[in-house]
């Protein structure tokens, strides 16, 4: 999730504004309902005046009809169908008040006659009717005008907002198309894919940025070229005379500058052979010579390679641990632990075991004067005397770097301990 946080952030901003709309749409769609019904409820007004004239007057059920008619009204006379529409209809409004009216009776006298009355709005199959209620009688009165309430005005809006904002999150997730592509080519660009093509079309920001990165792996390209060829032709340089030099000493009278002067060039070889070595490792880009191996496996080949007895060494390794790693290199940087912890420690024994899952290389001595980040550097040493350039830890961490692991030491009670982290 984390790597398509800001697409996640644009569907949620996507989701909160949908939500917001349609609450929005949903209070005004109520609200103007709500209207709609108190609008159209005010006929009921001239229908109950209607009503009330009938009644008062007693007037025919013919004039009732005329006068119904004059409005739009017409009376629903079929009990089948009056049932129909008390029992099924919805219920839209309903109000109930009292209808006052001035009569003179029998002996002249001015009375107030006061009759109350009921009104109910009810909605059945797209019709409008008015249901009145009086204490003797009933009249279900149809509106031939009036229509139930259609949301399609307030719907067509909510679509279109809408829309807008599902195209306007389409164009967003097209314009980070090329973002997607690029953090997918800086990947390969940091596996080792070094011809990749950051190069791209077009004038926003995510182009501007792609061809800025296409330049910017050009010259690294260059600058990881010209390091390699300078160093390949130093090295081969190098050789040259050191292999004149060997021979030559050979030719000496004395053997005490012989072997001094064969000293000197075979520390010029191997120095030349750990710059290699560091090439190699600080130029591998990929992984395509990683294979998974026993770890007991890789230590037997650095203890073979480190010439040393057998019995300056324990191993507490299991059997079944294995290792993806690069075989050489892995081994190279294993031999040098084991070269270093003979080398400095006070017994000439080192111990090889695994804790937590962490190879350790324990060997019995004082504790280092500096920390450790001083001796990973390159031609660092606490005693001058030693046979070393330096460059063993070194050598080991940009080994393990490249392994994606560090290296770390701990002091424990009189053991000095590396671990590959």
Same mark, same amino acid.
């Given at each position: 999730?984390?790597?398509?946080?800001?697409?996640?952030?644009?569907?949620?901003?996507?989701?909160?504004?949908?939500?917001?709309?349609?609450?929005?749409?949903?209070?005004?769609?109520?609200?103007?309902?709500?209207?709609?019904?108190?609008?159209?409820?005010?006929?009921?007004?001239?229908?109950?005046?209607?009503?009330?004239?009938?009644?008062?007057?007693?007037?025919?059920?013919?004039?009732?009809?005329?006068?119904?008619?004059?409005?739009?009204?017409?009376?629903?006379?079929?009990?089948?169908?009056?049932?129909?529409?008390?029992?099924?209809?919805?219920?839209?409004?309903?109000?109930?008040?009292?209808?006052?009216?001035?009569?003179?009776?029998?002996?002249?006298?001015?009375?107030?006659?006061?009759?109350?009355?009921?009104?109910?709005?009810?909605?059945?199959?797209?019709?409008?009717?008015?249901?009145?209620?009086?204490?003797?009688?009933?009249?279900?009165?149809?509106?031939?005008?009036?229509?139930?309430?259609?949301?399609?005005?307030?719907?067509?809006?909510?679509?279109?907002?809408?829309?807008?904002?599902?195209?306007?999150?389409?164009?967003?997730?097209?314009?980070?198309?090329?973002?997607?592509?690029?953090?997918?080519?800086?990947?390969?660009?940091?596996?080792?894919?070094?011809?990749?093509?950051?190069?791209?079309?077009?004038?926003?920001?995510?182009?501007?940025?792609?061809?800025?990165?296409?330049?910017?792996?050009?010259?690294?390209?260059?600058?990881?070229?010209?390091?390699?060829?300078?160093?390949?032709?130093?090295?081969?340089?190098?050789?040259?005379?050191?292999?004149?030099?060997?021979?030559?000493?050979?030719?000496?009278?004395?053997?005490?500058?012989?072997?001094?002067?064969?000293?000197?060039?075979?520390?010029?070889?191997?120095?030349?052979?750990?710059?290699?070595? *560091? %090439?190699?490792? +600080?130029?591998?880009?990929?992984? @395509? /010579?990683?294979?998974?191996?026993? #770890?007991?496996?890789?230590?037997?080949?650095?203890?073979?390679?480190?010439?040393?007895?057998?019995?300056?060494?324990?191993?507490?390794?299991?059997?079944?641990?294995?290792?993806?790693?690069?075989?050489?290199?892995?081994?190279?940087?294993?031999?040098?632990?084991?070269?270093?912890?003979?080398?400095?420690?006070?017994?000439?024994?080192?111990?090889?075991?695994?804790?937590?899952?962490?190879?350790?290389?324990?060997?019995?001595?004082?504790?280092?004067?500096?920390?450790?980040?001083?001796? *990973? %550097?390159?031609? +660092?040493?606490?005693?001058?005397? @030693? /046979?070393?350039?330096?460059?063993? #830890?070194?050598?080991?961490?940009?080994?393990?770097?490249?392994?994606?692991?560090?290296?770390?030491?701990?002091?424990?009670?009189?053991?000095?301990?590396?671990?590959?982290?």
């Amino acid at each position: 999730m984390k790597k398509h946080a800001v697409l996640f952030t644009v569907l949620f901003a996507l989701v909160v504004t949908l939500i917001s709309v349609s609450a929005v749409f949903l209070e005004f769609y109520k609200l103007n309902k709500k209207q709609y019904i108190n609008n159209i409820f005010t006929k009921y007004t001239v229908i109950t005046q209607i009503y009330k004239n009938h009644q008062q007057n007693e007037n025919s059920d013919i004039m009732f009809e005329a006068n119904l008619a004059v409005y739009k009204f017409k009376i629903s006379k079929d009990i089948d169908e009056q049932k129909k529409i008390l029992e099924n209809g919805k219920i839209l409004k309903q109000e109930g008040f009292k209808n006052m009216s001035l009569v003179v009776d029998k002996q002249d006298l001015l009375t107030l006659k006061v009759k109350s009355l009921r009104t109910t709005m009810i909605e059945y199959r797209e019709r409008i009717y008015f249901y009145i209620q009086s204490p003797k009688s009933f009249a279900l009165i149809e509106d031939e005008e009036l229509r139930p309430y259609k949301p399609w005005n307030i719907l067509y809006a909510y679509a279109s907002i809408v829309l807008v904002l599902i195209v306007s999150y389409l164009l967003i997730l097209q314009r980070l198309r090329p973002l997607t592509r690029l953090r997918r080519n800086i990947a390969k660009f940091g596996d080792g894919v070094m011809n990749i093509s950051f190069a791209t079309d077009g004038t926003d920001e995510i182009a501007l940025i792609a061809n800025e990165m296409e330049n910017t792996r050009v010259k690294i390209n260059t600058i990881l070229e010209s390091r390699t060829l300078f160093l390949r032709n130093v090295m081969h340089e190098l050789k040259t005379p050191i292999a004149k030099g060997t021979i030559a000493t050979q030719m000496l009278d004395s053997q005490k500058q012989i072997k001094r002067f064969s000293s000197i060039f075979g520390r010029l070889e191997s120095l030349v052979g750990e710059f290699a070595l *560091i %090439e190699e490792v +600080t130029s591998i880009h990929d992984k @395509k /010579n990683f294979k998974e191996y026993r #770890l007991v496996d890789i230590i037997d080949g650095a203890i073979d390679m480190a010439m040393i007895n057998a019995s300056s060494i324990t191993v507490n390794i299991l059997n079944s641990k294995k290792m993806y790693v690069n075989y050489r290199l892995y081994i190279t940087a294993v031999k040098n632990m084991i070269d270093n912890g003979i080398k400095y420690s006070t017994d000439g024994h080192i111990k090889i075991v695994m804790i937590n899952d962490e190879l350790c290389f324990e060997s019995k001595g004082e504790c280092l004067r500096h920390p450790l980040k001083y001796y *990973i %550097e390159p031609f +660092t040493k606490d005693n001058p005397s @030693k /046979n070393s350039f330096g460059l063993g #830890l070194y050598l080991v961490d940009s080994i393990l770097k490249a392994h994606s692991e560090v290296l770390a030491h701990e002091y424990d009670n009189g053991t000095n301990r590396f671990i590959f982290v």
